[in-house]
């Protein structure tokens, strides 16, 4: 804590008894041990807020702010004070100060309209209540540490009215729909909590500045839009802002024919949350990897190994699968680590050198099952179990799970992918070529994409369609994260349309992705293929291109 805060309070360089709140020590422009207030603890030597011992996730700059708050107690600090001591000699936006108001609140168990610990002190600043009330302070769902509801855990986002332009009355309905039918789509992912509609309609239009309506919804992320028609032309413009910072993390114009307007809301709210989903979970992944390692719950864990998931090498799903368990651990009945760990076994079992047998498999079996049973109405669960069914051969199953995970949620583009993938196996590639466009469709930046075009590859080979059977492998191969069995497949593929000197090139580059490559490997790894001549026919061009 700077110097001038510590100051304040005439705590520099001694130490007072818990019970008079606060316990800093001589080192001079720093406080260290530990502070309480209410049920929370500071502890300036390890830079952490506890509540009840344990730690509460917060950003290194929240917890200054904290900091300054609590070493001030009972006193109003200005918001000058707040600027020189937050962002030292630097100019910053009224908005970054209400976005790390409104991230200490949550923190705290607080929010704008309770204002229970931090109280805003009109034209002056804000002030920690010298007696938080104790049946609140900490009781807003923001420590994501078991034991706790899966509610508590998920991040929070805001879809605002979206704004229809000019004077043609059926802008307005559209916009309206539009954010009804957005706000529904988006509740179909169960890892996020949605803002109701009356409550985000209400605060959406009130006039108030974006972080103060996103400080009293407690919202983490807003959805802004807009609407224009002109002629037989609609835009549509989509934003999220994420807090605190108010920084805009995803933005995306779409341009359609005016023409059945509840087949317009369907396809561009569809399209919108699926693309909102997304991002946000690469946002939360980045959020949680600035986090602290001791302050991490359950759904920073979580994202951190799904950020290692997404790396798509061996020792990234190991990692994956170790941070997986602890989250687990944490937060026993939050259903996602479960799915996720169980798809990781599989790819684990597929992609690298991980173990295929039986009890592997079980294993992953039992913990998908155990992701379902937490929550039936999550799609990402059927669709790790639909992915585990398909590795042990339970065609029929797999497909079933797919098929559920997309009535759950018809934007989850995984499953999309995954029941494509699984009607190929199932030797009906016609039928899977429309899964693998709708899943690109939907999420045409996913960190699986690379997957969404190898798969379709396999079906457009399997249809008899060599030439487009080459164009999405190549298409696969050029994601930066792409996987080496797209590159597998590509060789395959070229060797059997005629093109040697092409799949000849492509050896070596699979060879540095893979040095332990060979037909042989590839035959351990593909052992849920249903019909053997597929795999014999893979193999064969393989053979062909010179792969030993």
Known sequence: MASQAAAATGLIGRTKDSSEGAA?????????????????????????????GRPVPLEPRTFDLIALLACNRGRTVTRDEIFRELWP??????AALSSQIRSARKALGDDGTRQAVIATVHGRGF????????????????????????HELLPCIAVLPCAPTGDDGRGAVIAEGLTEDLINAL?????MRVVTRNSAFALGRSGEPLDE?????????????????????????????????????????????????FDLQDELSELVAARIASQLGISEQKRAARLRPGSLGAWELYQLGSAEFYRFTGAGNRRCQELMRQSIARAPDFPEPYARLAYAMILESVYFDGPTDQTHLDEALRLADRSVMLDDQEANSFFALGRVQLARGE???????????????PCHALSH??????????????????????????????PFRWAFMSYRSLAHMFAGDCEGAVHWARSATLVPNAHYWARAKLISWLAHSGDLDAAHANVAPLKRGCPGFSREFARSRLFFVRDPSHLEFFLDGLRRAGVP
């Open 24 to 52: 800093v020590g001589a080192m001079p422009g720093k406080p260290t041990g530990a502070l309480r207030f209410g049920p929370f603890e500071l502890d300036f030597d390890r830079y952490e807020l506890r509540l009840d």
């Open 89 to 94: 000699g630097r100019f910053v936006s009224d």
């Open 127 to 150: 002030r920690l209540r010298s007696n938080p009330d104790p049946d609140v302070a900490g009781s807003t769902p923001t420590t994501r540490h078991a034991p706790a509801q899966r």
């Open 187 to 191: 509740s179909r992912n169960r890892w």
């Open 213 to 261: 309506v996103l400080d009293r919804l407690g919202a983490d992320y807003a959805v802004t839009g807009s609407v224009r028609l002109a002629g037989d032309r609609v835009r549509a413009v989509f934003q999220v802002t994420q807090t605190p910072g108010l920084r805009c993390i995803w933005s995306e114009r779409f341009d359609r024919p005016f023409r059945d307007i």
């Open 395 to 409: 065609y029929g199953l797999a497909i079933d799970a797919l098929e559920t995970a997309l009535e759950l949620n």
């Open 417 to 446: 992918c995954g029941l494509g993938d699984t009607l190929v196996s199932d030797g009906r590639p016609e039928a899977a070529i429309p899964c693998f466009e709708r899943a690109l469709a939907l999420s045409p930046q996913d």
